[in-house]
């Protein structure tokens, strides 16, 4: 099924609900999505004074847990809603973040950053939103220096059966309507089961890192499988 809405596009829904996404992602989530971030911080390589690059940024949240690791230097954190930078903007400046996180806008699928610049690249819930993954994959291999790392969170449907079933049922009978809901909004959440669902997980991703040129590419899953974490170095 086709969405009513070209995924180049996808931003500006985010500009329409940008002073919501934080209340709204905590509800859907059940709050599930602090545990996903920190899970994604501890897969950091032990490296002193990393420059990271967070794609798809949105309002700051994966860029602000990474500051907690005192290994992390810097973070640039980039997205192409301004509604949502500009949501994440006002969050640094509450938390005095201001120095050590830059936020700018721009499109994952075609960095303005010089090759082999950052120690590590993290993208949250973002690539499932962008039309060209694989682009989007091999520009995040280009800007990584050697050593680097690549984390991606994403969502995922569960192994098991039974659980699948259930997530399934939330997914395209319960999400949609909160989401109406709170959002006020009648495209970002009605969708989402189905961009989740056509979205290649697991191993089929992997595949795409390791196309894209990724080494020692893998995946854990979170929360009975509904969410993974998949990362893969530049060597
Ligand atoms: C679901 S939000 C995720 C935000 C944040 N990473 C998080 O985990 O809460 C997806 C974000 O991807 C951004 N986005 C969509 N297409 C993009 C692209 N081509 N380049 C950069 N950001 C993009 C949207 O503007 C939105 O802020």
Redesign the pocket.
Known sequence: MTLPYAK?D??KI?NDIAGR?DLI?TVLSGGL?RIW?RELRRKLHAMPDQLIL??????A??AIELTRDSRVDKVIG????EG?IAIGQTKLHRLGLENRIQLQT????KLSYKSNRFDAAT????IR??PDVDA?LSEIYRVLKPNGRALI?EFALPRSRFVRSLHLFYLRNILPGIGRLLSGHGTAYTYLNQTIEEFPYGSNFVGLMAKAGFQNAGFQSLTFGIVNLYWGDKV
């Not at 980039?78 to 809603?81: I, N, R, T, Y």
């Open positions: 180049s996808s931003y985010f996404y992602n999505h971030r967070d794609l798809a940024t949105g309002t949240d994966v980039v997205d192409l809603s949502m721009g499109d994952a699928q993208m949250s819930f973002g939103n962008v989007c969170l």
